[in-house]
Structures are given as structure tokens and as C-alpha cells.
């Protein structure tokens, strides 16, 4: 699928014309898409695979185990099946995402309860698989570092200075959904229009995907070409921009809209676990769009993060 640009990052870090090739890469690509293919990220090779299998291990408990760590969506911990429906994002009614999630993510808290009781809980990790604790900071750590050399270099693709974002991530939000997509033989045959994440953009900055491929993977949308599988590779990860970053680029770059298929009746026992790491801004940020001519419209309010993304995780919660 060449509406996605695939890009290496090891190209970025050399400076020179190879870095002012990568930028135009990033321009162009995410003008089309909303999407990139990244290689030479830096995650620990193997770490990913580890946090994935740990994760099995959980999702594997009886569900009465899983209970203990319920919360709803924005919550810190299990997410069950039925909670959410990410359709309702684009005004779509629609059933229940064929998913479930355990989620972690920041928790630099402020010291103000109104804010750290949404954006800043303490992580739970489960008893039954203590391993996951450790992976999954490794892992964190290590995409929140990536996430912010990503904002660098989209700084500079739009000939801003690199560290145009760095005021605006001093104590940033973020959550990393580790998603399990079950198979079939476990959820049934989907209803019509049901899948495993229906179609909706993301909420933030910049979200980086390590997946697994299958029949009922993930799609992206795209005016050229309608949905279409997404491309992978192994050793890249996939990333998109989310509506705040869509929003401060004064809509030059889409939001990258996308879906998880349904499980397929030609691999009824597909079971697949992505990690899924959303990065946005300090709660506190103000985010003013550009301007013509690096924005494509003008005249947008700012908006100040906590608010702008809050609206946007209310309308996928099923209460």
C-alpha cells in the first residue's frame, strides 16, 4: 500500500541532505495518509514480544480474576470486552468493540486531584503476572522517547524549529493500551457493521502501533485509495497523527483514520495482541493552529489539551 510512506529514522538522526530528504518524506506522507512506516525507531529488540506475551498471560486469566482490575475507559487497568466503541468518535452508532484492553499510562501526578484523578492515576498491575510491570515501563520509557523525537522531527518537516513541542511535554498524558483482539471461536460471528475497533481517528499527537498481522487486522483510510490493509514489517512500527496534532498542523495533515477488521470466517482462531501507545501534550497545553500557508485554513481557536481530548474519550465510553 504506497499511500503510506515508510521512513528510517536512522536517516533523520544523520543531519544533513538525508534528514532534509526524511522531512519531505514525513510532509508529503502525512498529508496523504495521517500515517508512516517507521524503521530504525530504537526499541529494544525482543522487548515488545516479551510485554506481548506477559499480556497473553493475563488476558488468559478467568474473567472473575480480570474483574479485580476493571476500570472504564481512561481508567488504569482492564478494560472488558462491551466497555467501548470507537465508532461513536466519528458521530457513528455502533455496537461494542470485539476487544478487550489493559491500559497503563502516565503518572506523573501534579498534586491536583482534579486533574491527576483523570489524567494522572497510579498504574495497577495484576498480581497473577508480575512480570508485566517491568516490561511494560521498559517499554513505555522507551516509546515515550520515540514519540518525542517523532514531534521533533514533524516539527522540522513543517521547517519549525525541532523543538518546537518540547514547552508543551514537560509533564505530558499519555496511555498505552495493550489491546487483545480475540478470535472467533471465542466472540462468535460478528454482528453486521461490528469490528474488532471500528473506524475513528486517534485523540492526540502521535500514536506508535506494534501489531500483529492478521485476516482481521488493522486497515487505513485514505482518499486515493478507500480502506486498504496497512502495510507491515516486522522490524518497523506503525505510526499516525491524532486530531490534536491534525488540529495545531491548521488540518495540513489529516488525522489518520483507521479500523481492526472483524475476525474472519477463513481464520476463525486468529488471536491477536497489539500494544498501543497514545501520546498527547501537557494537560495544560495550548495548542494554537498554524496559520496559512503552513496550515491549510484559518481563522481555529486554540484549545487547551485536557479539554479538547476529554470530549473525544467521552463519546467512545459505553456507559
Same mark, same amino acid.
Not at 514531534?151 to 518546537?164: E, G, I, M, Q, Y
Not at 492478521?214 to 478507500?226: D, F, I, S
Given at each position: 500500500m504506497n499511500a503510506i510512506t515508510s521512513i528510517d529514522l536512522?536517516?533523520?538522526?544523520?543531519?544533513?541532505?538525508?534528514?532534509?530528504? &526524511?522531512?519531505?518524506?514525513?510532509? =508529503?506522507?502525512?498529508?496523504?495518509? $495521517?500515517?508512516? @512506516?517507521?524503521?530504525?525507531?530504537?526499541?529494544?529488540?525482543?522487548?515488545? *514480544?516479551?510485554?506481548? /506475551?506477559?499480556?497473553?498471560?493475563?488476558? =488468559?486469566?478467568?474473567?472473575?480474576?480480570?474483574?479485580?482490575?476493571? &476500570?472504564?475507559?481512561?481508567?488504569?487497568?482492564?478494560?472488558?470486552?462491551?466497555?467501548?466503541?470507537? $465508532?461513536? =468518535?466519528? $458521530?457513528?452508532?455502533?455496537?461494542?468493540?470485539?476487544?478487550?484492553?489493559?491500559? &497503563?499510562?502516565?503518572?506523573?501526578?501534579?498534586?491536583?486531584? &482534579? @486533574?491527576?484523578?483523570?489524567?494522572?492515576?497510579?498504574?495497577?498491575?495484576?498480581?497473577?503476572?508480575?512480570?508485566?510491570?517491568?516490561?511494560?515501563?521498559?517499554?513505555?520509557?522507551?516509546?515515550?522517547?520515540? /514519540?518525542?523525537?517523532?514531534?521533533?522531527?514533524? *516539527?522540522?518537516?513543517?521547517?519549525?524549529?525541532?523543538? /518546537?513541542?518540547?514547552?508543551?511535554?514537560?509533564?505530558?498524558?499519555?496511555t498505552c493500551n495493550i489491546n487483545h483482539y480475540p478470535p472467533m471461536t471465542k466472540v462468535g460471528t460478528p454482528e453486521p457493521g461490528q469490528f474488532r475497533i471500528g473506524p475513528h481517528t486517534d485523540f492526540g499527537t502521535v500514536t506508535v502501533l506494534d501489531r500483529e498481522p492478521? =485476516?482481521?487486522?488493522?486497515?487505513?483510510?485514505?482518499?486515493?485509495?478507500?480502506w486498504a490493509d496497512a502495510p507491515y514489517d516486522p522490524a518497523a512500527l506503525t505510526v499516525n497523527i491524532g486530531d490534536l496534532l491534525a488540529y495545531w498542523s491548521g488540518q495540513r495533515w489529516p488525522s489518520g483514520r483507521h479500523r481492526v477488521l472483524p475476525p474472519q470466517p477463513q481464520a476463525p482462531d486468529e488471536d491477536l495482541v497489539s500494544l498501543i501507545y497514545f501520546y498527547e501534550l501537557d494537560h495544560d497545553a495550548v495548542v494554537t493552529p498554524l496559520e496559512p500557508p503552513i496550515g491549510q485554513v484559518t481563522g481555529q481557536p486554540p484549545v487547551i489539551s485536557a479539554d479538547f481530548l476529554r470530549t473525544r474519550l467521552d463519546a467512545i465510553t459505553i456507559q
Open positions: 536512522a536517516r533523520w538522526r544523520a543531519g544533513g541532505t538525508a534528514a532534509a530528504d &526524511v522531512e519531505r518524506e514525513v510532509d =508529503a506522507g502525512l498529508r496523504r495518509a $495521517g500515517f508512516l @512506516v517507521v524503521y530504525g525507531h530504537g526499541i529494544p529488540e525482543g522487548l515488545p *514480544a516479551a510485554a506481548r /506475551s506477559a499480556a497473553r498471560r493475563f488476558f =488468559a486469566l478467568p474473567d472473575e480474576v480480570k474483574e479485580r482490575y476493571a &476500570v472504564t475507559v481512561g481508567g488504569r487497568g482492564w478494560i472488558g470486552p462491551g466497555k467501548e466503541a470507537n $465508532g461513536y =468518535a466519528e $458521530g457513528t452508532e455502533t455496537l461494542p468493540d470485539l476487544k478487550e484492553t489493559y491500559a &497503563v499510562g502516565a503518572d506523573t501526578a501534579t498534586g491536583d486531584p &482534579v @486533574v491527576d484523578d483523570l489524567w494522572f492515576l497510579p498504574n495497577v498491575w495484576p498480581a497473577e503476572v508480575s512480570e508485566l510491570r517491568e516490561l511494560m515501563e521498559a517499554y513505555t520509557t522507551a516509546v515515550h522517547a520515540l /514519540s518525542d523525537e517523532l514531534l521533533s522531527l514533524f *516539527a522540522a518537516a513543517l521547517n519549525l524549529p525541532a523543538d /518546537s513541542f518540547a514547552p508543551m511535554t514537560t509533564r505530558p498524558t499519555w492478521g =485476516a482481521g487486522g488493522l486497515q487505513v483510510y485514505t482518499e486515493g485509495k478507500g
